[in-house]
């Protein structure tokens, strides 16, 4: 949605008053028949052309015109519906075409309806003179009060036609999607950015930094402006599940995601608490399904599909699954052993049975009565829980309880143990006497009857020991059938299956290699050659890619990565195995373009298989020929460097709970679980760990998280034409207050309570990248901070006031080496860098393929956008090719 600027000068009025614009007509004659004759179709491209028009005349400042204009679009999207063959295109990209045209045109007019009419008052009070100023005034005066009125109906929730309204007063919104069920069902709206983000990855313990490391690589740019967008909506398939208070479930995938954009989040902080959207998914859906895409996500192809490269890297992903990993059939796993949890005392017992007198027996042997000798159970009964023991009260009431005829009450001494002393009251249990032994010692033998015998025999070969055979792999046997029970049996052989990986991993870098030459030929064929000094080559523009040729120029020139991504090194930390990079791809070939901008052959390169790889591998929106932030690109290509390098396979998640007590011992153990959950040398070269410890205003109790970040983002002052860098750093690193809705859920209150957060850097990076915030949101549109910026760049800028005081001493001082710069609008402006030869010590200044030589005199400027330091000294010398 293109918004009119404020500096835009509106045209006079060509009409006298409101009543004689709206009397106008609408078409020109013969059009309106023209457009009955049409198909549905060609009504919405001829809308489509009026709409164009429209947006024109608005951007403009002819207000009356585009008022017409936009009165045609909305008429005829009344006529494309009324046509037989609309429900042909309803869903079709057209038929969401057609309705997004609609949606925009009403709200234009409501607006220019409001803008027009106070005009048209006003000139009529002041004779015809009206004033820029007060026009402005007057035309944001019903958007402001729109916009105050939202912010304070909102609560937790937001209504599908909230947000719409929210949208229509030139808002920004940012939803993140984390539906666990999508069903290949997106929210699709122009003026809606999405991101999604997987609900597995929300787990205990989340933290904004680990949530943009664990999401796709093509959502981590969205995340990482959070602070950029007005609203941020979070959504759901329904509503969150909540207390009856109506907070959240602590351990829900809502409350997690929740804390981890506020709570635990210095990184990029939203403008203001995120809502949920009321009803989810599901009541977006019923309210607007003309804003449903049901297209699933698919890898676009940028390059000849017949091509060598193309064919190159379909193999690479047929071939490059993950390893699978065999269960050991030959681990016998031990039952766990059983233990009593209280062992029985020792039992007082009579020397001799107490045998009562005998009873007379019937004479019949059928009628005896078999008596049941005593078990376990009766002789050990179980000792009871404590909670379960009779006090002296309770077992000398119960004194109804009589033991029968023929039984004895035996007593049980309480255990003695270990725990606090609880009066133990003796157990009796029933023991039935024993009947009378006769003396059979006097009885004559029987002879062996012969079934017995028979049976002792086969008792005899069912208890002779078998064999031992062996579990093979499968499920297997060996036949024995025909085999001597003397002959040993010998367990086969358990294949070798590393070897199969290795061999495998083999072959694999071979393809990263054939995809690393593959590339470097293309740009022997499609480049400007010549003898050049090393470092002095540039980079062709191939369609608005200004903003790629000067972070590539940057990261060439970072030593660290000069020495991980050459022909020799790159594929030793290439882990095929990560399925959330791209296989070495985008490594093979930044790999390429940097060995030939060192190799000194070149005059300019044209880097169109390296684009191509990044619009297929890493991110299809920024290769779309648009102009398109470098600070963006760089979070892409850096996420996409660090997960072809990550050493780990199966990152762990985990959940920091430091109070801040041991910061030192805090600090280790989260080291060692963050190498376990991301570990590159992309990491090593670019990340920053900062440490931020909150602390409740009522309890005084402390909170401590350690975070990681690749650069820090700074805010730049308003209102005002100089600042310094280290002043933005300063304000970066100061305390913050978390109150209202951003209150601390303290743990130890249970409830949410105002707390302070200091945040501070705990660990440098060899490489610090300071990104300047200049462009923010603002009315629907990017707004460019032009104030100028002094900064270091002859000397070495001290970061040490911005460490912890319990940090480890470490090297705080770092030396300038690169700069992104940006001249104009995000929409309409040409970026360029200068670059400090590590070689020459040479401060270059490359537009696109141009390099030149320019004095360090003229680095500081209203165009610095990104600053990259170093606090290594620059060395000389490049492995050659």
């Given at each position: 949605m293109v918004i009119q600027s404020a500096d835009v000068m509106r045209h006079p009025l060509k009409y006298h008053n409101f009543e004689e614009l709206k009397e106008q007509d609408l078409f020109e004659p013969g059009t309106s028949i023209r457009l009955k004759n049409m198909d549905c179709k060609r009504v919405i491209n001829f809308m489509q052309s009026v709409f164009e028009k429209a947006e024109l005349n608005y951007r403009n400042g002819e207000h009356e015109d585009a008022f017409l204009l936009y009165k045609r679009v909305a008429h005829m999207c009344d006529m494309a519906?009324?046509?037989?063959?609309?429900?042909?295109?309803?869903?079709?990209?057209?038929?969401?075409?057609?309705?997004?045209?609609?949606?925009?045109?009403?709200?234009?007019?409501?607006?220019?309806?409001?803008?027009?009419?106070?005009?048209?008052?006003?000139?009529?009070?002041?004779?015809?003179?009206?004033?820029?100023?007060?026009?402005?005034?007057?035309?944001?005066?019903?958007?402001?009060?729109?916009?105050?009125?939202?912010?304070?109906?909102?609560?937790?929730?937001?209504?599908?036609?909230?947000?719409?309204?929210?949208?229509?007063?030139?808002?920004?919104?940012?939803?993140?999607?984390?539906?666990?069920?999508?069903?290949?069902?997106?929210?699709?709206?122009?003026?809606?950015?999405?991101?999604?983000?997987?609900?597995?990855?929300?787990?205990?313990?989340?933290?904004?930094?680990?949530?943009?490391?664990?999401?796709?690589?093509?959502?981590?740019?969205?995340?990482?402006?959070?602070?950029?967008?007005?609203?941020?909506?979070?959504?759901?398939?329904?509503?969150?599940?909540?207390?009856?208070?109506?907070?959240?479930?602590?351990?829900?995938?809502?409350?997690?995601?929740?804390?981890?954009?506020?709570?635990?989040?210095?990184?990029?902080?939203?403008?203001?608490?995120?809502?949920?959207?009321?009803?989810?998914?599901?009541?977006?859906?019923?309210?607007?399904?003309?804003?449903?895409?049901?297209?699933?996500?698919?890898?676009?192809?940028?390059?000849?599909?017949?091509?060598?490269?193309?064919?190159?890297?379909?193999?690479?992903?047929?071939?490059?699954?993950?390893?699978?990993?065999?269960?050991?059939?030959?681990?016998?796993?031990?039952?766990?052993?059983?233990?009593?949890?209280?062992?029985?005392?020792?039992?007082?017992?009579?020397?001799?049975?107490?045998?009562?007198?005998?009873?007379?027996?019937?004479?019949?042997?059928?009628?005896?009565?078999?008596?049941?000798?005593?078990?376990?159970?009766?002789?050990?009964?179980?000792?009871?829980?404590?909670?379960?023991?009779?006090?002296?009260?309770?077992?000398?009431?119960?004194?109804?309880?009589?033991?029968r005829d023929g039984y004895e009450v035996t007593e049980f001494p309480a255990q003695a143990s270990a725990e606090p002393r609880v009066h133990h009251v003796p157990i009796k249990v029933i023991i039935p006497s024993a009947p009378p032994l006769p003396d059979r010692s006097t009885k004559p033998v029987r002879?062996?009857?012969?079934?017995?015998?028979?049976?002792?025999?086969?008792?005899?070969?069912?208890?002779?020991?078998?064999?031992?055979?062996?579990?093979?792999?499968?499920?297997?046997?060996?036949?024995?059938?025909?085999?001597?029970?003397?002959?040993?049996?010998?367990?086969?052989?358990?294949?070798?299956?590393?070897?199969?990986?290795?061999?495998?991993?083999?072959?694999?870098?071979?393809?990263?290699?054939?995809?690393?030459?593959?590339?470097?030929?293309?740009?022997?064929?499609?480049s400007r050659t010549g003898n050049v000094r090393s470092g002095y080559t540039g980079l062709f523009n191939?369609?608005?890619?200004?903003?790629?040729?000067?972070?590539?120029?940057?990261?060439?020139?970072?030593?660290?990565?000069?020495?991980?991504?050459?022909?020799?090194?790159?594929?030793?930390?290439?882990?095929?195995?990560?399925?959330?990079?791209?296989?070495?791809?985008?490594?093979?070939?930044?790999?390429?373009?940097?060995?030939?901008?060192?190799?000194?052959?070149?005059?300019?390169?044209?880097?169109?298989?390296?684009?191509?790889?990044?619009?297929?591998?890493?991110?299809?929106?920024?290769?779309?020929?648009?102009?398109?932030?470098?600070?963006?690109?760089?979070?892409?290509?850096?996420?996409?460097?660090?997960?072809?390098?990550?050493?780990?396979?199966?990152?762990?998640?985990?959940?920091?709970?430091?109070?801040?007590?041991?910061?030192?011992t805090n600090a280790e153990d989260y080291k060692a679980r963050q190498n376990r959950f991301s570990s590159s040398p992309i990491n090593d070269v670019f990340n920053l760990r900062t440490v931020s410890q909150l602390s409740c205003s009522i309890c005084r109790s402390t909170s401590v998280t350690f975070e990681e970040m690749n650069q820090i983002s700074v805010e730049l002052p308003q209102g005002t034409y100089y600042s310094q860098l280290n002043e933005c750093l300063a304000k970066h690193f100061s305390d913050i207050t978390l109150a209202g809705q951003n209150c601390w859920n303290c743990p130890k209150c249970k409830k949410p309570q105002i707390a302070n957060r200091n945040t501070k850097i705990w660990e440098l990076p060899p490489v610090l990248v300071i990104h300047l915030k200049r462009f923010s949101l603002s009315g629907g549109t990017f707004v460019k901070n032009e104030m100028t910026i002094d900064f270091e760049t002859n000397g070495w800028m001290n970061m040490e006031p911005y460490l912890h005081s319990k940090a480890l001493k470490q090297k705080s001082t770092y030396s300038l080496y690169a700069i992104t710069n940006h001249d104009g609008t995000l929409n309409s402006g040409h970026y360029t860098s200068f670059i400090r030869n590590r070689i020459s010590h040479e401060w270059l200044k490359f537009d696109d393929e141009y390099c030149t030589a320019i004095s360090p005199d003229t680095l500081k400027s209203k165009k610095a956008f990104i600053l990259y330091y170093t606090n290594q000294n620059f060395f000389s010398g490049h492995p050659q090719l």
């Open positions: 519906r009324g046509k037989r063959d609309f429900h042909q295109v309803e869903r079709s990209p057209d038929g969401r075409l057609m309705f997004t045209m609609f949606d925009t045109s009403l709200r234009k007019l409501t607006e220019l309806h409001d803008n027009l009419k106070e005009r048209y008052e006003e000139r009529k009070n002041n004779n015809g003179t009206l004033t820029r100023s007060s026009s402005a005034q007057s035309r944001m005066s019903t958007a402001s009060r729109k916009t105050e009125e939202l912010d304070y109906d909102f609560g937790m929730y937001i209504k599908p036609k909230e947000l719409m309204r929210f949208i229509s007063t030139k808002k920004s919104v940012l939803v993140i999607d984390y539906r666990s069920m999508r069903e290949d069902e997106n929210l699709c709206y122009q003026d809606i950015a999405v991101a999604q983000v997987p609900i597995n990855v929300l787990n205990p313990g989340c933290i904004f930094a680990g949530l943009v490391k664990t999401v796709p690589v093509a959502e981590r740019g969205k995340l990482n402006r959070l602070s950029d967008y007005d609203l941020v909506v979070l959504m759901e398939s329904t509503n969150p599940p909540t207390y009856r208070s109506g907070e959240l479930f602590a351990e829900s995938p809502a409350s997690i995601l929740m804390n981890a954009l506020t709570t635990y989040n210095t990184i990029s902080r939203p403008k203001r608490r995120p809502l949920f959207l009321d009803g989810g998914f599901d009541n977006w859906k019923l309210h607007y399904p003309m804003y449903i895409s049901a297209e699933t996500q698919r890898r676009y192809s940028f390059y000849d599909s017949n091509s060598q490269f193309a064919e190159l890297l379909n193999q690479i992903r047929s071939e490059m699954l993950p390893q699978v990993e065999y269960p050991d059939l030959y681990e016998v796993k031990k039952p766990a052993a059983f233990y009593l949890e209280d062992q029985p005392s020792d039992i007082k017992r009579s020397s001799s049975p107490n045998i009562p007198p005998r009873r007379n027996v019937p004479s019949s042997s059928s009628e005896m009565q078999s008596y049941p000798p005593p078990t376990s159970s009766t002789l050990y009964p179980k000792t009871p829980s404590p909670k379960s023991f009779y006090t002296d009260s309770t077992y000398s009431n119960s004194q109804a309880w009589q033991p002879p062996p009857s012969p079934f017995k015998m028979s049976e002792a025999r086969d008792q005899a070969k069912i208890d002779k020991p078998l064999p031992r055979v062996p579990s093979l792999q499968g499920g297997a046997r060996k036949d024995l059938s025909n085999s001597s029970s003397s002959r040993p049996i010998e367990r086969p052989p358990t294949p070798d299956r590393t070897k199969k990986w290795a061999l495998q991993s083999e072959k694999n870098i071979k393809l990263i290699k054939q995809v690393y030459l593959n590339c470097f030929n293309d740009i022997q064929k499609i191939l369609g608005n890619t200004c903003f790629m040729n000067t972070t590539l120029q940057a990261l060439f020139n970072t030593p660290q990565l000069q020495a991980i991504f050459t022909s020799a090194e790159f594929f030793k930390h290439i882990n095929e195995l990560n399925t959330k990079g791209t296989k070495g791809v985008i490594s093979a070939c930044f790999s390429a373009l940097l060995d030939s901008v060192w190799s000194g052959k070149f005059i300019a390169i044209r880097p169109e298989l390296f684009l191509n790889a990044f619009a297929s591998e890493v991110c299809a929106d920024l290769a779309d020929k648009r102009q398109h932030d470098a600070q963006e690109f760089q979070i892409y290509l850096l996420n996409a460097l660090h997960e072809d390098t990550n050493k780990v396979t199966k990152p762990e998640s985990f959940e920091q709970n430091y109070d801040g007590h041991d910061l030192a």
